[in-house]
């Protein structure tokens, strides 16, 4: 019945381990640059339902292949003083000892012993580094692994690549037990306890654990299966290989199996989602850069826009000052001209004319178009200064962002490493290629060409394709004839002293109403224009770097809820492994 139960529990367990399986594929799936997670995550999946794996890791010659064989007792595996193992040995078990080739890394063999009805023993090359394809092999199995053999050796005890080795696997999460071999090789006890010693202290100081460590010799263990009576017993109570046995089938029993065979996956699946969780946090620090980058575009586009609209205040108010001149010059003009001393002088509306232009009108157009004129050209050189201020923006931000991420090599995607960087290059080439390609002088002459078209609709119907300067002085004939013909009138009007101050009154009146009118259609207009034209200028900014903008902001949201995701399944695996550890 407990057997019955504890089934249950183990397929409830699997089953949730399954479904988390599932939605971390599907998280890894939705993450550019989670392929090589993927690969594992696959692995230890079709592991969940095979029977206990147990992985045996070392480097070649610690004896490895003899430890195995000593197991079976039989010599199953060859052994050798150089590699003899190429390819990954699987064992399982069979009525008959057969070989069998399942790709060109793996070797399946069977073999009748009871305990491979239970347990598959995996064995592994060398992790020595003058073999890398060797090591490959190993470390992509180690992840599969429901409990992993170190095998070392008293003659090369904890190797620096013994070291970065379990290192390794520590980081997968993976429970090990240490098996020192050759112990035969030691003439006292001392010279065995000092080596344990060595291993426990270093495993504990270097990598943080306290391991279960098991001295041997698979050597002596062979030799007790050939030799007879007493001399079989010695030499196998001499290699203390019935401890590794009494652990490996008496203290590693179903129950514990089935917890290592559970708590396994898991591991590994936290492995894959601290490794995502690097990357992801990595790829965010870069786009939190990125997006520093657009939003200070975006605030030396607020402050330009700013500033130019304040300048540009500044400018029309030039311009207001030429009309207010004009107006008080008419003033004066009207003041000196209809009185009665000059009576006869009025009727002569030519000569009026003439005086009024001279005096009033004067070089007003000429500097109201300067003025004019001036402010365009000022348009189009802060406009090339700001493309300018953006294009070395960017370009100090590209070289930043290259040191920066050289050092992130590993941690963030490629292929989003490599679209990040040609999309922010295409952006700067796109502005570098604006700025050089920028002539102040045609930007003037059409900016010209639209401030005097927008002029000519606002002040004079009709007037397009003259210059500034002759569409207001258009309208100012128009004003002279206005004023000539009502002092001219004075001429016809004359009855009496006192029409000469109200014709003077009304003059002034329709002089000062006429300039209101010119100067707020001058200022309308080029309001007009320069909104227009500003608008323009932050679209095309805009414009330059959308695809760049649109990137780090859909990136940012897909790492944000990348970052939820993680977090997620992170505590539910915790969960469920303090589930495992309970049942």
Excluded at 5 to 11: F, H
Excluded at 338 to 351: A, K, S, T, Y
Excluded at 503 to 532: C, I
Aim: glycine fraction near 6%; aromatic fraction near 6%; include cysteine.
């Amino acid at each position: 019945m407990a057997k019955a139960i504890l089934q249950d529990q183990q397929r409830i367990l699997l089953q949730q381990e399954k479904n988390i399986a599932v939605d971390l594929a599907s998280c890894l799936e939705n993450f550019e640059g989670g392929e090589p997670f993927e690969h594992t995550l696959r692995q230890i999946t079709a592991t969940l339902d095979d029977l206990f794996l147990l992985v045996i890791v070392g480097e070649f010659n610690a004896g490895k292949s003899a430890c195995i064989n000593a197991l079976l007792h039989n010599d199953v595996l060859e052994e050798g003083v150089v590699p003899t193992t190429h390819q990954i040995n699987i064992l399982r078990y069979g009525e008959e000892q057969t070989r069998h080739t399942q790709t060109q890394d793996i070797l399946e063999l069977t073999y009748p012993a009871d305990f491979l009805r239970d347990i598959s023993i995996v064995d592994t090359p060398g992790v020595n580094a003058v073999l890398q394809e060797h090591q490959r092999l190993t470390e992509e199995f180690v992840p599969r692994s429901d409990l992993i053999i170190f095998v070392t050796s008293v003659d090369r005890p904890f190797t620096q690549s013994e070291k970065i080795f379990l290192e390794h696997i520590r980081a997968w999460g993976k429970k090990i037990v240490i098996v020192l071999n050759k112990i035969d090789m030691l003439r006292t006890p001392a010279g065995l306890n000092k080596i344990t010693t060595f291993i426990h202290h270093n495993c504990q100081q270097l990598l943080g654990f306290q391991p279960e460590l098991i001295p041997v010799s698979a050597l002596q263990a062979q030799q007790a299966r050939s030799a007879m009576g007493h001399q079989a017993v010695e030499l196998w109570e001499q290699s203390r290989f019935g401890l590794l046995e009494a652990y490996l089938f008496e203290t590693l029993d179903a129950e514990e199996r089935v917890r290592l065979k559970l708590l396994s996956p898991l591991g590994v699946m936290q492995r894959l989602l601290q490794q995502t969780h690097t990357s992801v946090e990595a790829r965010a620090k870069l786009l939190a850069e990125d997006a520093r980058t657009v939003s200070n575009i975006d605030d030396q586009l607020e402050l330009y826009s700013d500033d130019m609209q304040r300048n540009f205040t500044h400018r029309l108010s030039e311009i207001s000052n030429v009309v207010l001149e004009m107006r008080k010059r008419g003033d004066d003009f009207f003041e000196d001209t209809i009185r009665l001393r000059r009576v006869l002088d009025l009727v002569q509306g030519e000569r009026i004319r003439r005086e009024f232009e001279q005096e009033v009108l004067g070089d007003s157009a000429v500097r109201i178009e300067g003025s004019v004129q001036e402010m365009i050209d000022w348009m189009v050189e802060q406009e090339h200064r700001f493309w300018q201020n953006v294009m070395e923006y960017l370009d100090r931000r590209r070289e930043v962002s290259l040191r920066r991420e050289d050092k992130m090599i590993g941690t963030v995607s490629k292929q989003f490493d490599y679209n990040r960087r040609m999309l922010l290059q295409s952006v700067a080439h796109t502005v570098t290629g604006v700025v050089n390609s920028y002539d102040q002088e045609a930007e003037s002459i059409q900016l010209s060409q639209d401030m005097r078209n927008t002029v000519a609709q606002a002040v004079i119907t009709g007037a397009g394709g003259i210059g500034l300067g002759a569409l207001i002085v258009a309208f100012m004939g128009t004003l002279a004839a206005d004023v000539t013909g009502v002092i001219a009138g004075l001429g016809l009007l004359l009855i009496g002293y006192g029409i000469i101050p109200l014709r003077r009154k009304q003059a002034k009146r329709a002089f000062d109403e006429k300039m209101l009118e010119l100067q707020q259609r001058l200022l309308d207009a080029m309001k007009d224009q320069f909104q227009k034209e500003l608008h323009n200028s932050v679209s095309r900014i805009e414009e330059a770097i959308a695809p760049y903008t649109r990137f780090v902001r859909l990136e940012q949201l897909k790492t944000s809820d990348m970052q939820a995701r993680i977090s997620q399944l992170d505590t539910t695996i915790e969960t469920l492994k303090q589930k495992i550890e309970q049942s």
